[in-house]
């Protein structure tokens, strides 16, 4: 089997496993308890914090059999699923390089079809800020007035570049950089299961350069084990 890097490894699965996120992993959950779920949100923040772990795992949440609920199990195979990115009612689309007009409308055609074999239609549209205007305006009239059926996850590092239009049909939600104690909670966390020794002095300077981004915090240490092997200290980090 080929390697795994750590930031993928580790990706967390469910709610309770995302860090530094509360306020919204808390939101999400009551939403669903409540049956009180919107049909379009916008997840938005820095690079690294959970904006896409956290669509997928709300799609897991709303798809699960028996759903929508906040706990569900891991060998659910709809879950199971999503998590592997072969799901047919969930579709994760690169808002980069799928952001003309004609895509737009295939988009949209396809959401009025019933979903295969899942309770929602879900589409995370990655980097959403990236759309034309032409394809943002082609989205206005099914976000205003959606299928019952569908469900739009949106995400973006630059929420400014969305049109009103589109923010205003959304639920926004801000993610916040992670702090630094929690990304070194975490990243000792990782080293014991990866049995790798490291102090807490390199742990702190490994998420003081990650700048609140856990996914670069991840990274970091993965090429630092490369680099170190078993042994990680500060100087080896800095």
Do not use: W
């Amino acid at each position: 089997m080929s390697y795994q890097v750590i930031a993928r490894k580790y990706r967390p699965q469910r709610f309770s496993d995302v860090v530094g996120q509360e306020h919204v992993t808390q939101t999400l959950s009551h939403a669903i308890q409540q049956n009180r779920i919107a049909h379009a949100y916008l997840f938005c923040g820095p690079r690294g914090t959970g904006k896409t772990t956290i669509a997928r795992i709300f799609a897991k949440c709303l798809n699960c059999t028996d759903g929508p609920r906040v706990e569900f199990q891991d060998d659910d195979p709809r879950c199971v699923e999503i998590s592997e990115g072969r799901s047919l009612d969930v579709m994760e689309i690169d808002g980069a390089s799928n952001n003309s007009v004609e895509q737009v409308r295939g988009l949209r055609e396809g959401a009025c079809f019933a979903p295969a074999s899942s309770r929602f239609k879900i589409y995370i549209i990655d980097e959403v800020h990236m759309l034309t205007t032409s394809a943002f305006n082609a989205l206005l009239k099914i976000l205003e007035e959606p299928p019952a059926h569908v469900k739009f996850l949106f995400a973006t590092t630059d929420p400014e570049k969305v049109l009103v239009t589109i923010l205003s049909r959304c639920q926004r939600f801000d993610l916040r950089r992670i702090p630094v104690k929690l990304i070194v909670q975490h990243l000792a966390a990782i080293a014991q299961q990866e049995k790798v020794e490291i102090d807490d002095t390199a742990l702190h300077a490994i998420a003081r350069g990650a700048d609140g981004g856990m996914r670069d915090a991840e990274s970091a240490l993965d090429q630092l084990i490369s680099f170190c092997g078993g042994k990680i200290v500060e100087s080896d980090v800095l």
